[in-house]
């Protein structure tokens, strides 16, 4: 399921909501956000229609290699946090890039160093991610590309 620790699970849910959305075949929530991440990003596509492959491939940051699979997590963490706007503010963010970006899967991509730094301090850190620093990083974030988005709703 998509909480588990085990990564092959993990990988199978991503491949089986792929499989069902290429289908057309019914979906639960999850696997719908899960086969839009996967819609947006074309790239991964081929990697998804080997199973095999894919449940063993180890990705290494040390050999410049991007796990798809945490890259596609950041994007459905960032949409259930817009979604629920905890930690607060981070809907308006989210929404104010999204616009910019004319589409919420670049404004993602913008907001992704930010929640993987959070992500990394607090593992780091053995502790729970720091909300403040996280929204800190997102609030300089969307000035530097927007200018204030404060009171923009």
């Known amino acids: 399921m998509l909480f588990s620790q085990d990564r092959s ?14 289908a057309r075949l019914p979906m639960a929530p ?11 990003h074309p790239q991964y596509h081929p990697l998804l229609e080997d199973e095999t ?6 990705y290494r940051p040390e050999n410049a290699e991007t796990n798809p699979f945490l890259h ?3 994007h459905i963490a960032l949409r259930e946090q817009a979604t ?5 503010g981070i809907h308006r963010i989210h929404g104010a890039l999204s616009r910019h ?4 899967t670049e404004a993602e991509h913008r907001m992704m160093d930010c929640l993987a730094e ?5 593992q780091r850190h ?28």
């Not at 999850?30 to 947006?40: H, K, S, Y």
């Not at 970006?101 to 919420?104: K, L, N, Q, S, T």
Request: glycine share 4%; with cysteine.
């Open 84 to 88: 629920t706007d905890r930690p607060l």
């Open 53 to 58: 492959q894919i449940l063993r491939r180890e």
């Open 9 to 22: 699970e993990l990988r199978r849910f991503y491949l089986e909501a792929w499989r069902k959305a290429r």
């Open 101 to 104: 970006y004319a589409g919420r």
């Open 118 to 122: 959070a992500l990394w301090s607090a």
């Open 72 to 74: 596609m997590g950041l």
């Open 30 to 40: 999850v696997e719908q956000m899960i086969a839009e991440v996967v819609a947006e």
């Open 126 to 153: 053995n502790a729970l991610p720091d909300e403040a620093a996280y929204m800190a990083c997102l609030e300089s974030l969307a000035r530097r590309i927007l200018g204030s988005v404060r009171h923009s709703r």
